[in-house]
Every structure is written in structure tokens, then in C-alpha cells.
């Protein structure tokens, strides 16, 4: 089996949100809990969502299970993985996003780390390299006193360069507008620079759209389901994946534990 898209959570309810925001863009999606054994069979699939507990966790153990769901993945061809974080970008100046994310990039030889949590859907968009949750900055949000995660800055370059190795750039909306090939050579000036991550505004679903194009032609991305949902289309969009969106579901028990 070769996947069309791996994706790599760092919470299971997380994880659901992405699945069925793939499932609904037209792939086929399992969501395993943990990394799966090296046996186990799946169905033909378009994409693989493993979810972990990584979020809050110490970050070299967050790394090691990270990097074996990436290892999973990629052993059976998947090309482009996604780290899917939260999309209020919940993690401390010691990570887990920073860490987690210099890792999989190191592992999968990507020049450039694509990063971008908005969700336009859901309130979350990103401009300037700033968190918006809704109308207000994530630092003047209820989350700036979250008790694990506590975001006290809304600028995502500097909450990313704290947690990272390596240096971070930005992607603005201005570039995001002009299209798919104005992103690729932004990134590319980015990459020249020796800069590994780069943040990217996103204040529409056609943003996600934009990114998702070039996302899906390198092999790593960082964000929540928004990503997930451009990501889908492209794969959609440019025949990599034929649409099963519509076409419903098995009536057949699943069978297997259940709560």
C-alpha cells in the first residue's frame, strides 16, 4: 500500500477532528490510536491519521513517539507527512512543537518546514505571523491562561524560533494571494537564507487551498486540520487522489473493543 497523505497528532481528539476533515474532503482515512504494530492490515486507503499523546508530555519522549509514527508512515510510501498540532499552537517555549517538528523535518531531509496552524472555519487565522482566535490575538484570548500551555504571544515566528534549532521566517498573506508559485519562490528565498520553517499566513479557506498545492509537493507540513483540509483538495485537485467523498460509508459492523 502507498498513502497519498501520512498525518502524525500530537491528541486524540485532535486526530478525530483531522480524520473526518480528510474523510470529508474526499479521502479515505483510518485514524489508529498509538503506532500501529508492524502487521497490522488496512484497507485501501488514501490517508493514515496516528494519533499520539504528545502535546503536553517531556519533549524528548514526545519526540521518539513522533519520529516512530513518521518511520510507520513513511515505510508504507507516504510521501508527505503532516504533524498535526493544535490550532491555537498550545506548547511552551521547551516545546513540543519546536522539537517535534526539527526532528521529522531532519528525518525527512525537508529544506523547509511549512508551518501554519489557521483554521479560517473555526476561527483561527494567521496574518503578519500572528494567531488570531476570532476577532482578538491569541495572547488577548481566554488561552493566554491556559494551564498547561499558557500563550502569552501571538507572534507564531517568535513562539516557534524559541522552541526550534533552527531559524523561522514568514510567508505573508500579500504572497499568499498571489498564488501557489509566489509561495514556492518565497520559500525557496527562505531556504537560501539557511532559514528552516517558515510561518504561513492564512485568513481563507482559498489560503489553505494555496498552501495545501505547495505543501503537497514537499515532504513535511506543521499545522492543524486547516492544512489537513488544503492538503486534501490538492490531492484531489491534481488527480493524486480520486474523490470518495459522497460515497458513504459500510453498513457491515466494524467489529473489535468498544466503549
Partial sequence: MTLALGCVADDYTGASDLANTLTRAGLR???TIGVPADDLTLPEVDAVV???????????????????????????????????ICSTFDSTDAGNIG???DALRADSGEAVALVTPAFPETGRTVYQGNLF????????????????????????????????????????LATVTRGAE???????????????????????????ETIGLVAAQ???????????L??????????????????????????GPAA
Avoid: Y
Avoid at 137 to 151: A, G, Q, T
Avoid at 184 to 206: M, N, P, Q, Y
Avoid at 246 to 254: H, K, L, P, Q
Fill in 29 to 31: 482515512t483510518v485514524q
Fill in 99 to 101: 522539537p517535534v517538528m
Fill in 182 to 208: 509566489a509561495v514556492r519562490t518565497r520559500l525557496a528565498e527562505l531556504s537560501g537564507k539557511g532559514i528552516g520553517a517558515a510561518i504561513i499566513d492564512a485568513v481563507f479557506d482559498r489560503d489553505l
Fill in 133 to 172: 482566535v476570532g476577532a482578538v490575538p491569541l495572547n488577548e484570548s481566554p488561552l493566554k491562561d491556559h494551564p498547561l500551555n499558557p500563550m502569552r504571544d501571538s507572534n507564531l515566528v517568535r513562539v516557534l524560533a524559541r522552541q526550534s534549532k533552527t531559524q523561522v521566517g514568514l510567508v505573508d
Fill in 218 to 228: 514537499h515532504r513535511l507540513s506543521v499545522g492543524a486540520s486547516g492544512i489537513g
Fill in 50 to 84: 496516528v494519533s499520539l499523546k504528545s502535546r503536553s508530555i517531556e519533549a524528548g519522549l514526545a519526540v521518539s513517539r513522533s519520529r516512530a509514527a513518521e518511520k510507520w508512515l513513511r515505510d508504507r510510501g507516504a510521501r508527505h507527512v503532516l504533524f498535526k
Fill in 230 to 255: 488544503g492538503l486534501a483538495r490538492a490531492l484531489v485537485s491534481t488527480g493524486k487522489v480520486k474523490s470518495a467523498a459522497g460515497s458513504g460509508g459500510s453498513d457491515a459492523a466494524v467489529g
